[in-house]
Every structure is written in structure tokens, then in C-alpha cells.
């Protein structure tokens, strides 16, 4: 009898095992579809994030590349109207330094006469007549 009871127990426990394990796999399905669609969310906001962040680059991209031709275009203008002025503006600046140096040594701007006349070079000593 006792083995009858053992054997009696173990079904018993069997079948208990069986219910809980039946009652579990539906919850056990329901937390796989539950990850799996976790799972699938994530990659799906993962690739809307990727989407988003490269059309902030490609605007930031853009932004640069047109403030950069900008510069550079404003760049060019100021050079080509510099070119221009340049030759004026320098030789302006060499008329203004040969003017000043000519004030700083006293003379006048090309006051330069012949050759031998008065003002120029060192003058002779007259001889004394003895």
C-alpha cells in the first residue's frame, strides 16, 4: 500500500507539475512576444534617431558650406576692390614718404637744379687775393 501511495503521490505531482507548467507557457509566449516587441521597438526609434541625427548634419553641413562661401566670396570682393586701389594707394604712399624725407633734410620735393649751380653740391672757396 505504501508503494501504492507513493506511486499515487508521484502522479499527483506529476499532474500538478503539468498544470503549472501548461498555465506557464502561455505567460512564458506572452513575455517572448512582449521582448520581441520591445526589441522591435527599439530598433525602430534606433533608426528614426540615425534618420534624424543625419538630417541635422547635413543641415549643420549646408549652414557651414554657405557661411564658408560667404566669407569667402566677401573675401574676393574686398581683394578685387583692394587691387584696384592698390596701385593708387602706393604710389600715393611713396609720393607722402619722398615728402616727408625731402622736409626732414630741408629741401623741397625735386628742387634740384643744374649741375654746378648754386644750392647744389659743396660749396668752392673763393681764393683770396693776396
Do not use: C, I, W, Y
Not at 28 to 52: F, I, L, P, S, W
Not at 55 to 60: F, K, L, P, S
Amino acid at each position: 500500500m505504501a508503494s501504492m501511495q507513493k506511486s499515487h503521490e508521484e502522479r499527483a505531482q506529476s499532474a500538478a507539475q503539468k498544470a503549472a507548467d501548461e498555465l506557464h507557457a502561455p505567460r512564458r509566449d506572452q513575455v517572448r512576444e512582449e521582448a520581441r516587441g520591445a526589441a522591435e521597438a527599439a530598433m525602430g526609434k534606433a533608426g528614426e534617431t540615425k534618420d534624424v541625427a543625419a538630417v541635422r548634419a547635413r543641415g549643420a553641413m549646408d549652414a557651414a558650406a554657405d557661411k564658408a562661401r560667404g566669407v569667402r566670396d566677401a573675401a574676393a570682393d574686398r581683394t578685387t576692390d583692394n587691387k584696384a586701389g592698390d596701385a593708387e594707394s602706393e604710389e600715393e604712399d611713396v609720393m607722402l614718404r619722398v615728402k616727408a624725407v625731402d622736409q626732414m633734410t630741408g629741401q623741397a620735393f625735386n628742387d634740384v637744379g643744374k649741375m654746378g649751380e648754386e644750392g647744389t653740391g659743396v660749396p668752392r672757396r673763393r681764393r683770396s687775393s693776396s
